[in-house]
């Protein structure tokens, strides 16, 4: 792969990469991961990849190779919407906006966090994870 970027470019991967980064250190997930989002800056990637990117980071790369292209997909639409919305109530009801009207009691913040819960996720990993992609460090 050829740097396409500049230095303040390199700069903002490696801080990603060390924020992200367990212990301080940058491993090579950490680093393929970066690399697919560079990659998807740079337009040379496909829809696959940056959808695999953005999931690897909430649940990790690994979880996400062991996942169905259903599922994939499935967990990507609920993050996507999760990501759009103003509060774990409300991703719900957006979520759940027909099987709710089926229900004797209502409780679509429930519903989401036991979805999320699969995934070892947490409405506060979205949050995080939704702060850390509107970042001046993640800005082109």
């Known amino acids: 792969m050829s740097w396409k970027g500049n230095f303040r470019d390199l700069g903002g991967a490696v801080i990603r990469m060390a924020t992200l980064a367990q212990e301080g250190r940058i491993t090579a997930k950490e680093a393929g991961e970066e690399i697919a989002e560079l990659r998807s800056a740079w337009g040379e990637s496909t829809a696959t990849d940056t959808v695999k990117t953005s999931l690897g980071r909430l649940i990790g790369?690994?979880?996400?190779?062991?996942?169905?292209?259903?599922?994939?997909?499935?967990l990507e639409a609920v993050i996507?919407?999760?990501?759009?919305?103003?509060?774990?109530?409300?991703?719900?009801?957006?979520?759940?906006?027909?099987?709710?009207?089926?229900?004797?009691?209502?409780?679509?913040?429930?519903?989401?966090?036991?979805?999320?819960s699969k995934?070892?996720?947490?409405?506060?990993?979205?949050v995080t994870f939704k702060g850390s992609e509107n970042s001046p460090h993640n800005a082109s």
């Open 119 to 126: 995934y070892n996720l947490t409405w506060q990993d979205i």
């Open 61 to 74: 790369q690994e979880k996400v190779d062991q996942l169905d292209l259903f599922d994939q997909k499935t």
């Open 80 to 116: 996507e919407t999760c990501l759009k919305s103003v509060s774990l109530a409300d991703a719900g009801r957006a979520l759940f906006q027909v099987s709710r009207q089926k229900k004797k009691t209502v409780n679509d913040s429930d519903r989401l966090l036991k979805y999320l």
